[in-house]
């Protein structure tokens, strides 16, 4: 008769995760998790704080996003599990760490997810102003959840086509921003030009302080761009893969936000774009195509979703691998004969759903509630990857670091530099009265992990971990 541990261990391993994610998925999640709400809707409040400085904003920023995700690809690669970062957090700085970095994320994922049902809401509110903003949070929420229900597969469609979807409006907004600013198309032939980047108070029109002060929401588009480590796990052929995807973000980072920013900034005038919602909406008004902000809407409307698609996704999985090392139930660790961490996805949409009713209660200050504690939970993971991954290469011998498939990015020096640029921006978070909020959710919750990580004896279950490495 099996005794207990080996009756879990049958039940666990019944079924297990497929690799069913194909390049084009991964690419256009990629692609996807860098253009959402942060460069449609929040671009504004961004430009409004720094002017046109903000196109350096987004682009240091993205060197940041950049610098982390080549510092988590190299251990992807190397080790492609699920549980991704949380995992090599476990492996290489220790229980602790790899519990709250589990545990962070996921409870990222969730705030994540009440975000984007939360803009959800708002946006379907142009459409449908006399139906309550909680319905369509929680109806997306509920819709999102299904789809991972299904298999990776059907998820990773889902993500390449609202990816292409976003894809094909920027670009298009690019060409026909291009075609007002040097053709004068919509102009009677008349070209715009380009000195709206500084015909209304220099390039620094707010100063030095406005453009540091627009940081954080420049680097708010960029969070979530790590999810793309926790596909590794169920991704064809990693090893070539993940690569792709990430050596390919700074074009996507040069062409999409820095393309997009630098047309609605040369049409429109920097200190106009802050008053009247997305500067997609506002550019597409000036030319006189009002009827284009029903369409920009749509697209925003999927960025949200595609978000919160991810989120639930990446909730899952971090569960998934919680469970694995004993940080979480053992029952998460079920998997469906599809493939599909089925208990800790119902888990994570059981728990984002009761934030979603945060739209019934105080639908005005949801979404920079929100926000705010999801950037800071967000850099804080940041800082965890980077660290781990300068562990790791101490953990690791000459010969094998010498061999390693994928590298971090200058490494040493590049992790270290992005280390201080985020501590920077956590600094900028905590003295922001309108974004404090984040560290007044974000701590509470780091210290409520701690407490419980000893208070139930998960510290003494690894207190060998170390002399075993």
């Not at 991964?26 to 942060?38: C, F, P």
């Amino acid at each position: 008769m099996l005794n207990q541990a080996e009756t879990t261990a049958d039940l666990s391993d019944q079924h297990s995760l497929k690799r069913h994610l194909k390049a084009r998925h991964i690419r256009l999640m990629a692609l996807g998790s860098t253009i959402g709400v942060g460069l449609f809707l929040g671009s504004g409040t961004a430009i409004s704080q720094a002017g046109p400085s903000i196109l350096l904003g987004y682009l240091l920023s993205g060197i940041i996003a950049f610098i982390v995700l080549r510092a988590l690809g190299e251990m992807a690669v190397y080790n492609p599990v699920a549980g991704s970062f949380a995992q090599y957090a476990h492996d290489y700085v220790g229980p602790l760490t790899g519990y709250l970095v589990g545990w962070g994320y996921w409870f990222y994922w969730v705030i994540v997810g009440v975000a984007e049902v939360t803009a959800v809401g708002i946006y379907m509110g142009l459409w449908f102003p006399d139906v309550p903003q909680w319905i369509w949070a929680v109806g997306s929420l509920i819709l999102m959840g299904g789809l991972n229900f299904i298999a990776v597969r059907l998820f990773g469609e889902f993500e390449f086509w609202f990816a292409l979807i976003k894809v094909i409006a920027i670009i298009t907004m690019i060409s026909i921003g291009f075609g007002v600013i040097f053709f004068g198309l919509g102009n009677n032939g008349v070209a715009i030009g380009i000195s709206n980047l500084w015909a209304h108070g220099g390039f620094f029109p707010t100063g030095l302080d406005g453009f540091l002060l627009s940081l954080q929401m420049a680097i708010f588009a960029y969070v979530g761009i790590e999810m793309i480590g926790l596909s590794a796990g169920e991704t064809e052929n990693p090893e070539k893969t993940i690569p792709i995807a990430i050596d390919s973000l700074i074009v996507r980072i040069l062409v999409f936000y820095g393309g997009a920013l630098f047309v609605i900034l040369s049409i429109y005038p920097w200190n106009e774009v802050g008053q009247v919602g997305s500067p997609f909406v506002a550019m597409f008004e000036k030319l006189g195509l009002r009827e284009a902000a029903g369409i920009v809407n749509f697209v925003v409307i999927t960025a949200a979703l595609s978000s919160c698609n991810a989120g639930i996704f990446s909730g899952g999985r971090l569960l998934y691998g919680l469970s694995i090392n004993s940080y979480a139930p053992s029952i998460m660790k079920k998997i469906s004969r599809t493939g599909v961490p089925f208990i800790a996805i119902l888990t994570t949409v059981s728990i984002s759903s009761i934030g979603a009713f945060l739209n019934y209660y105080v639908p005005d200050e949801a979404f920079l509630l929100i926000t705010s504690a999801v950037t800071f939970i967000g850099l804080m993971v940041w800082i965890a990857i980077l660290f781990t991954q300068l562990m790791f290469r101490k953990k690791i011998n000459t010969e094998v670091a010498v061999s390693l498939k994928y590298k971090s990015f200058l490494y040493p020096y590049g992790s270290w530099l992005a280390l201080s640029a985020i501590a920077f921006i956590l600094v900028l978070l905590a003295i922001q009265e309108q974004t404090r909020v984040g560290v007044y959710v974000g701590v509470p919750i780091v210290l409520v992990l701690i407490i419980v990580f000893y208070l139930v004896g998960l510290h003494r279950r690894d207190k060998h971990l170390g002399e075993r490495k």
